[in-house]
């Protein structure tokens, strides 16, 4: 009898431990970064900072385009079809993602349908991601290499020339 209330126990014990490890990080990357860099490009999964340097530890492996937008932002809307033509264009060799900042969600994807974004973005309606990289607003791009080191930041508009020179010396370092 008090074998099988041992293990009655045991079991007991065992399965808030086995919730917990379906829910842990796996190398260190909470599951909720896999999710985002596999988001449709309407999803637009909220995100605020630690989801974002968790997402930067998940696309290790590749080069990493970062590219924070509005859908109200003039500028942004005038590089948006230069993102999507290069972006398509690179396919796997190249991740890239969105930081939609200061936004409403609706217009947001309404632009993301327009523009033809392969990639997906994070929601960041506070503009929490923005501010803690340090930049003033959008449009910037920030570029990591494949070891999710920060290699340059382009503020303003940015064209296809300027994005294909920079993943070129990306993929080529």
Do not use: K
């Not at 924070?68 to 796997?92: F, I, K, M, T």
């Not at 290499?145 to 994005?163: C, K, N, R, S, Y």
């Amino acid at each position: 009898m008090r074998v099988m209330r041992l293990r009655v126990l045991a079991l007991v014990l065992a399965l808030p431990l086995a919730a917990c490890a379906r829910e842990a990080p796996v190398g260190g990357v909470p599951p909720a970064a896999r999710q985002v860099l596999a988001a449709a490009p309407t999803a637009l999964p909220d995100g605020d900072f630690a989801t974002y340097l968790a997402v930067l530890r998940e696309a290790r492996g590749r080069p990493l385009i970062v590219n924070v937008w509005a859908s109200w932002c003039g500028p942004c809307r005038e590089e948006a079809p230069d993102l999507a033509r290069v972006a398509a264009a690179y396919g796997d060799r190249v991740r890239f993602l969105g930081i939609d900042v200061l936004d409403a969600r609706p217009s947001a994807r309404t632009f993301v349908r327009e523009v033809g974004w392969p990639y997906p973005s994070l929601f960041d309606p506070t503009g929490e991601i923005r501010d803690r990289l340090g930049l003033v607003g959008p449009p910037a791009t920030l570029f990591y290499d494949a070891e999710g080191e920060l290699m340059d930041t382009h503020v303003g508009p940015i064209t296809a020339e300027q994005l294909t020179a920079e993943i070129e010396a990306l993929l080529a370092a």
